[in-house]
């Protein structure tokens, strides 16, 4: 009954280095999200996936890439961390219309 | 551009009182769905509702309701006989055809013992 994982749940990165968040859903969900959350932004999206081999833009997506593995698979990468992508990132899965299922959140902060 | 925005960065409520948060929403198109979450200091993301936009009828959930306005795009959570465990930030979102889900900034709110 795992849901959604996200590996790892914290990180720490120096400025200019790269790392992958890992993100696998166990529900048979076609859609999966990466959002960011800041103080006082709320939630915002990174990038998307409505289904297996397609990928979008949201409304944040500069400074990050997005593999959809598989069905159940989605990572985002940070190819050059920089400060300002110190933040909390959610991975989420669902079926159109259906509520989000989140994984726990990776705590990642850049220095 | 599609957009929820909630007016109501922090509010508090005495404990069995009632409470109501805001959400407005901006869109173009006729079929969406309309959600709010909890995420308490666990951050956690935990769904409380959710309401279809071509169902007329407020949804409910036990001590949670919705006043669900379609025509003024608004979709506020009323919270009855506040508890100390909704002390929790609390998220509106919509999604529409694009499978976009478009979050709020998010209202704090504080149950008072």
Not at chain 1, 32 to 41: C, L, N, S, V
Not at chain 1, 74 to 88: D, K, M
Not at chain 2, 51 to 72: D, G, H, L, W
């Amino acid at each position: 009954n795992a849901g959604v994982t996200q590996t790892p749940k914290f990180q720490v990165l120096k400025t200019g280095q790269s790392m992958t968040l890992q993100c696998a859903q166990d529900m048979n969900h076609n859609s999966m999200y990466w959002y960011r959350q800041d103080p006082g932004m709320g939630l915002r999206l990174i990038y998307y996936s409505a289904s297996e081999g397609t990928t979008d833009k949201g409304e944040v997506p500069n400074g990050y890439n997005v593999s959809r593995l598989n069905k159940r698979e989605f990572s985002l990468r940070l190819e050059s961390a920089a400060p300002s992508q110190t933040s909390v990132y959610f991975c989420a899965s669902s079926e159109f219309g259906s509520p989000l299922h989140f994984g726990n959140g990776t705590r990642l902060t850049v220095t | 551009a599609q957009t929820v925005t909630q007016s109501q960065p922090e509010m508090s409520v005495q404990e069995a009182e009632t409470v109501t948060l805001s959400c407005t929403y901006d869109t173009s198109e006729s079929n969406y769905y309309l959600f709010w979450y909890k995420q308490p200091p666990s951050r956690q993301m935990i769904l409380v509702i959710r309401q279809e936009a071509y169902k007329q009828q407020n949804a409910t959930e036990n001590r949670f309701s919705v006043n669900f306005q379609k025509a003024a795009k608004s979709f506020s959570l009323k919270i009855s006989d506040s508890q100390l465990g909704d002390t929790a930030m609390y998220f509106c979102a919509f999604v529409s055809g694009t499978y976009k889900y478009i979050f709020g900034t998010g209202t704090r709110l504080k149950v008072l013992a």
